[in-house]
């Protein structure tokens, strides 16, 4: 278990300048919040879902355009903290044409990188296990599982692209 | 004059000695919950020690301490507002349950369909939840007073607003926000002229100001003991005598009886008649304790210790060109709280960031989403201060604040 920052006395040192803030707020993560990729309404869209977090009042809307159980295009439009928005450009990018079945089981070993869901790490089905190599950029915001109520920021976008996809199925 | 020495009560305060990642706390959190002085610590656990016995109840003499120190702090609370009756001061587990008694025991036995209740933009949801869901059942309506451009209440509006309607004011005496503090003396009188009941919520103001409700006239005062110095899970409900003489029970169970039969059930006097079941008797023993260090202290130099912070904290904000200031901006007009947001980077990410060195603020919407809306963004961060902060607390706020850019590179100086 990694511990808490304010239990760690190293912290500070190891932080250096920026007392672990560095650690968190990686370039990557400062680079998707700067230049968001996927920004904005889609035309044409066939899925949209809404999602807030009552923590701060953050929104985020998803738009996708599914064809075919493909994620075709999604995008996604709202304000936040530099970890929901980091979070909510690499999502769009990372499920861009992957089927809603893949897109699902990538929101859930998301998911489980953060402890909110239990199961083990392997996806269901025959496809092989998901692993951090395979998630890219995201790899970056792992570092946010150090304070847990930042994780609900770093999970609002997959929670309301769920949503979408929900709503999707439903029509 | 009495003045506050902050370096020397910060002393009586252990847990301001602690580190948080390597740095010292610099707790600014004071509008969420006040830290305990020492005496405070101690009294709580010399009463699980020495005096702990179920109250009202018992007729040996451990009971009878347990009982008598409950019933002093319900004195020492009642002269600490300045009420004539201890009697009419019921405690709750907190603010927001004080407000939602008067909303079921009072409102819903007398406001009718088409009543109104004005509340102000500065409300927290404690003071805007329990009248929506009273006026969604009973077909009241609800109006708030706006705020003016330097988030003071806007009393034209509030005079227009006051029509024979309305039978109740719900006013916060400070906002958590924004820090404004409202002209409780003037909106007393006008809603009196207007035969209006006023409530105000007091969580915010009563630790930071003296608050007389004698004089003030107000019908009903809620505040809460975990925000000025006391324990967690104790509230305090008051209201004026020949008002709490006509409502209805709030929880029915024990204690707040008299005589019970399967066809009819008489009910104990107040404050009685309220306090159903156990109460939390152990911290409101050790309430007591912290009015004592209130008011050795006195409220004036509370008030007074509090504007030179607010001032200083104020003009240091002011240097930082990257941050916007909500609220007043002016330290008679304001109490204990400011709001900021940087023009770019999420109050969240300013939040974590400060934590990181020491600094505790709260970030969010605050429990105030209306407010929000009135300023126009989702967020705020808020430092808000106390009796232990010092000009050094705010010097350590800014400099925190400062290396928000470095951090998202916004500044060269980035390693």
Not at chain 1, 103 to 118: D, H, M, P, R
Not at chain 2, 90 to 101: A, D, G, Q
Not at chain 2, 217 to 246: C, N, Q, R, Y
Not at chain 2, 282 to 298: R, S
Request: with cysteine.
């Amino acid at each position: 278990m990694i511990p808490l920052p304010a239990d760690n006395p190293k912290a500070a040192t190891e932080g250096g300048l920026f007392g672990g803030a560095d650690e968190l707020y990686r370039e990557v993560i400062l680079d998707h919040f700067k230049s968001p990729r996927n920004r904005g309404s889609l035309t044409g869209a066939n899925a949209k879902a809404e999602g807030t977090n009552p923590f701060c009042g953050d929104r985020i809307t998803i738009t996708a355009l599914i064809q075919k159980d493909v994620l075709k295009d999604v995008t996604f439009e709202g304000h936040g903290c530099a970890i929901s928005q980091a979070s909510a450009s690499m999502m769009t990018s990372m499920v861009k044409g992957k089927t809603l079945k893949e897109a699902t089981a990538l929101t859930s070993f998301i998911k489980k990188i953060f402890g909110v869901e239990n199961a083990s790490l392997t996806s269901n089905g025959a496809k092989p296990a998901l692993t951090m190599d395979t998630i890219g950029d995201f790899q970056a915001l792992e570092g946010v599982k150090k304070y847990p109520v930042r994780i609900k920021c770093a999970l609002l976008s997959w929670n309301t692209l769920l949503q979408c996809l929900e709503e999707f199925k439903k029509t | 004059m009495n003045q506050l020495d902050p370096h020397k009560i910060r002393k009586d305060f252990p847990i301001l000695s602690r580190t948080m990642n390597g740095k010292p706390l610099v707790y600014l959190d004071n509008a969420a919950t006040t830290q305990k002085p020492n005496a405070v610590i101690k009294a709580l656990a010399d009463f699980y020690r020495e005096t702990n016995a179920n109250i009202h109840r018992g007729a040996y003499p451990l009971a009878e301490e347990a009982t008598t120190l409950y019933e002093e702090t319900r004195s020492k609370v009642g002269r600490f507002i300045n009420a004539a009756s201890p009697e009419s001061l019921i405690f709750t587990r907190n603010t927001t349950e004080s407000i939602n008694l008067v909303a079921h025991s009072w409102a819903r036995k007398f406001l009718k369909e088409g009543d109104e209740i004005l509340l102000t933009a500065l409300e927290h949801h404690a003071n805007i939840v329990p009248w929506y869901l009273l006026s969604k059942e009973k077909g009241i309506k609800l109006k708030s007073v706006p705020v003016k451009d330097d988030s003071t209440l806007d009393m034209e509006a509030f005079k227009r607003f006051l029509t024979p309607r309305v039978k109740l004011v719900a006013v916060t005496g400070m906002s958590n926000v924004l820090g404004t503090l409202t002209p409780l003396e003037d909106i007393i009188r006008t809603a009196h002229q207007n035969r209006s009941l006023v409530l105000v919520d007091g969580a915010q103001s009563v630790p930071h100001l003296p608050t007389d409700v004698t004089q003030l006239d107000v019908d009903f005062l809620a505040f809460s003991a975990h925000k000025m110095l006391g324990p967690t899970g104790v509230g305090v409900l008051w209201v004026k005598p020949e008002i709490l003489d006509t409502m209805d029970p709030f929880l029915g169970g024990g204690e707040m009886i008299s005589t019970v039969s399967l066809e009819k059930i008489t009910w104990a006097d107040p404050p009685f008649k309220f306090e159903a079941g156990t109460p939390n008797y152990a911290d409101v023993a050790v309430f007591a304790v912290a009015v004592d260090y209130l008011e050795k202290l006195g409220m004036d130099a509370v008030r007074d210790h509090e504007k030179e912070i607010l001032h200083y904290a104020l003009s240091r904000l002011s240097e930082l060109h990257d941050y916007v200031i909500y609220g007043p901006k002016d330290p008679e007009k304001q109490s204990g709280a400011i709001s900021f947001n940087h023009k770019t980077i999420h109050a969240h990410d300013v939040g974590t960031i400060l934590g990181l060195d020491g600094v505790a603020i709260r970030v969010g919407h605050h429990c105030a989403q209306p407010l929000m809306v009135t300023l126009g963004v989702p967020a705020t961060a808020r430092a808000s201060f106390y009796i232990y902060n010092t000009k050094e607390d705010v010097d350590a706020l800014i400099t925190a604040l400062k290396k928000v850019n470095q951090v998202f590179g916004l500044t060269r100086s980035r390693v």
